[in-house]
């Protein structure tokens, strides 16, 4: 009934979500611990009440976009809105990708490109990081995919691609397109949106689900060269957006400080959190993000967030990948965080032991 690529591929795999009534502490998606801004909720109230929900939506999620050119400098043609950054990402593989054509990543990264790329039956190009998740840009280059992406800050190791280095990979790879996926990039401490006005090459996706607290809306931005808009415009669903999903965009563009202060209070949480996982003696490289990436090297966390889960907490372990020996743990709260922590610390312990325990067994 489908097709072969389809009937073979393994499908993405998003975070748990909690079922209604269950009690959990959610630090395993990315998503902000605090509200959007008040004048969210005020302009989905007011759209709702009226009579405008029984017609179709703008297509072109025209307030959205207009509230995204006054934040961000760019004129409206150069930005097109989709329901999630993950939406645009499909747009951009269904406009450029076809059967063999070549799409390169470095890894390791967003795992959702792989299912994009399978579905289009495109050959997957990737090329590791480097130690310390620098960008392997003379690798990148010398690849010639049609379609080169980044993710910075990067998921899930949090780590931050350098304005320069991303300007340098944009000029190698000329005429073909280079995607920066800036889903987290407001909790960094600079971003490449530049690039997408300096490079007719060069697309920047934004979600408003992290920074904005609006995940459940499903937001996202494009940011791009007015041709690429274009093509991309042919492959979008007419009515992407919903009504009320536009007005709320728009609103928390508008209040933008309100996500500023937000993030700050997540960027201070984070850096207690790192501080404390490496007094634990997880290995946890330097976060732009709203979460950071634990690791134990060599050592298979999947129980250790197995045991989390069953004490009511939840954080993302990726079995079967190469950082199986990881796990990505969401900025919560402080409250949240100190929970975490409690469960944690004697779970570390008993792994500890364990190590040791092993190691006398092998040199009896």
Same mark, same amino acid.
């Given at each position: 009934?489908?097709?072969?690529?389809?009937?073979?591929?393994?499908?993405?795999?998003?975070?748990?979500?909690?079922?209604?009534?269950?009690?959990?502490?959610?630090?395993?998606?990315?998503?902000?611990?605090?509200?959007?801004?008040?004048?969210?909720?005020?302009?989905?109230?007011?759209?709702?009440?009226?009579?405008?929900?029984?017609?179709?939506?703008?297509?072109?999620?025209?307030?959205?976009?207009?509230?995204?050119?006054?934040?961000?400098?760019?004129?409206?043609?150069?930005?097109?809105?989709?329901?999630?950054?993950?939406?645009?990402?499909?747009?951009?593989?269904?406009?450029?990708?076809?059967?063999?054509?070549?799409?390169?990543?470095?890894?390791?990264?967003?795992?959702?490109?792989?299912?994009?790329?399978?579905?289009?039956?495109?050959?997957?190009?990737?090329?590791?990081?480097?130690?310390?998740?620098?960008?392997?840009?003379?690798?990148?280059?010398?690849?010639?995919?049609?379609?080169?992406?980044?993710?910075?800050?990067?998921?899930?190791?949090?780590?931050?691609?350098?304005?320069?280095?991303?300007?340098?990979?944009?000029?190698?790879?000329?005429?073909?397109?280079?995607?920066?996926?800036?889903?987290?990039?407001?909790?960094?401490?600079?971003?490449?949106?530049?690039?997408?006005?300096?490079?007719?090459?060069?697309?920047?996706?934004?979600?408003?689900?992290?920074?904005?607290?609006?995940?459940?809306?499903?937001?996202?931005?494009?940011?791009?060269?007015?041709?690429?808009?274009?093509?991309?415009?042919?492959?979008?669903?007419?009515?992407?957006?919903?009504?009320?999903?536009?007005?709320?965009?728009? !609103? !928390?563009?508008?209040?933008?400080?309100?996500?500023?202060?937000?993030?700050?209070?997540?960027?201070?949480?984070?850096?207690?959190?790192?501080?404390?996982?490496?007094?634990?003696?997880?290995?946890?490289?330097?976060?732009?993000?709203?979460?950071?990436?634990?690791?134990?090297?060599?050592?298979?966390?999947?129980?250790?967030?197995?045991?989390?889960?069953?004490?009511?907490?939840?954080?993302?372990?990726?079995?079967?990948?190469?950082?199986?020996?990881?796990?990505?743990?969401?900025?919560?709260?402080?409250?949240?965080?100190?929970?975490?922590?409690?469960?944690?610390?004697?779970?570390?312990?008993?792994?500890?032991?364990?190590?040791?325990?092993?190691?006398?067994?092998?040199?009896?």
């Amino acid at each position: 009934m489908f097709r072969d690529v389809i009937e073979r591929m393994a499908p993405y795999v998003p975070g748990e979500q909690p079922r209604p009534g269950q009690r959990l502490i959610k630090l395993n998606t990315n998503e902000n611990p605090y509200p959007p801004s008040p004048a969210v909720r005020q302009a989905v109230a007011r759209a709702a009440a009226g009579g405008s929900l029984r017609l179709y939506p703008p297509p072109d999620a025209g307030e959205f976009v207009a509230a995204a050119a006054r934040l961000y400098g760019f004129r409206p043609r150069m930005i097109l809105a989709g329901n999630g950054s993950d939406e645009l990402l499909a747009m951009l593989f269904r406009a450029a990708l076809g059967a063999g054509a070549t799409v390169a990543y470095p890894v390791p990264t967003y795992s959702l490109y792989e299912t994009l790329a399978t579905m289009q039956e495109a050959r997957v190009v990737t090329v590791p990081f480097g130690v310390k998740f620098e960008l392997p840009v003379d690798s990148l280059a010398r690849l010639e995919a049609r379609l080169t992406i980044v993710c910075s800050p990067n998921s899930p190791s949090g780590t931050n691609v350098s304005r320069e280095t991303l300007d340098a990979l944009a000029r190698r790879l000329k005429n073909r397109l280079l995607v920066i996926d800036e889903a987290y990039v407001d909790f960094a401490d600079e971003n490449a949106l530049d690039l997408a006005r300096r490079h007719s090459n060069v697309v920047v996706l934004r979600t408003l689900s992290k920074s904005f607290s609006l995940a459940g809306m499903r937001l996202g931005l494009c940011f791009a060269h007015p041709s690429i808009i274009e093509a991309l415009g042919k492959v979008k669903d007419s009515y992407n957006l919903s009504r009320l999903a536009v007005v709320a965009g728009a !609103a !928390a563009l508008d209040d933008a400080a309100w996500m500023r202060r937000n993030v700050e209070r997540v960027r201070r949480t984070r850096a207690a959190t790192e501080k404390r996982l490496r007094k634990l003696g997880f290995e946890v490289p330097p976060s732009s993000a709203n979460f950071v990436f634990a690791r134990l090297a060599g050592r298979d966390l999947a129980p250790m967030g197995a045991a989390l889960r069953r004490r009511g907490i939840l954080v993302r372990h990726f079995p079967g990948s190469s950082f199986a020996d990881a796990l990505r743990i969401s900025i919560g709260t402080p409250a949240e965080m100190a929970a975490l922590f409690k469960a944690l610390a004697p779970l570390v312990r008993g792994h500890a032991a364990s190590k040791r325990n092993g190691r006398a067994e092998s040199n009896a």
